[in-house]
């Protein structure tokens, strides 16, 4: 019986250590996923104080469009826009002012306008119920 558990203790060990002195390269696929978000750099202005912030998507944009409206509505003068899409350029100044009283159309508004390169300015006038967006660029 001494025999049998010797023989199967040294075969143990040297079954292991066969396996361990193999040379074996693992090579398990690497996941990558490439994200096609798109990423805002912006700079916006509440009541005069400049903030900046970095979006990453465009859920996370129209986020920022939304509480922009929100701010407005609660009596701030905002303006934002977005440094990725505007230019540097010094021609003459391109205003756009869009006057409405619907909550929607002012956000779509100024979420277009704001992806294509403006700075927009977001005022509302809570006894008359009308949105002025100002867009310039």
Request: hydrophobic share 35%.
């Given at each position: 019986?001494?025999?049998?558990?010797?023989?199967?203790?040294?075969?143990?060990?040297?079954?292991t250590l066969a396996v361990s002195c193999q040379k074996e390269t693992i090579?398990?696929?690497?996941?990558?996923?490439?994200?096609?978000?798109?990423?805002?750099?912006?700079?916006?202005?509440?009541?005069?104080?400049?903030?900046?912030?970095?979006?990453?998507?465009?859920?996370?944009?129209?986020?920022?469009?939304?509480?922009?409206?929100?701010?407005?509505?609660?009596?701030?003068?905002?303006?934002?826009?977005?440094?990725?899409?505007?230019?540097?350029?010094?021609?003459?100044?391109?205003?756009?002012?869009?006057?409405?009283?619907?909550?929607?159309?002012?956000?779509?508004?100024?979420?277009?306008?704001?992806?294509?390169?403006?700075?927009?300015?977001?005022?509302?006038?809570?006894?008359?119920?009308?949105?002025?967006?100002?867009?310039i660029k």
């Open positions: 019986m001494k025999k049998i558990i010797t023989t199967i203790a040294l075969l143990s060990v040297l079954g090579s398990e696929p690497t996941a990558i996923m490439a994200e096609d978000s798109a990423i805002y750099r912006v700079s916006y202005t509440v009541d005069g104080i400049t903030y900046n912030l970095t979006l990453i998507g465009d859920d996370a944009w129209q986020d920022f469009v939304k509480r922009m409206i929100a701010l407005a509505e609660q009596g701030h003068r905002v303006t934002f826009r977005n440094e990725n899409s505007s230019s540097q350029a010094a021609s003459a100044k391109e205003v756009i002012t869009y006057t409405t009283t619907s909550h929607d159309d002012a956000y779509e508004w100024a979420e277009k306008k704001g992806k294509e390169g403006y700075d927009v300015t977001i005022e509302y006038n809570e006894r008359t119920g009308k949105y002025t967006c100002t867009a």
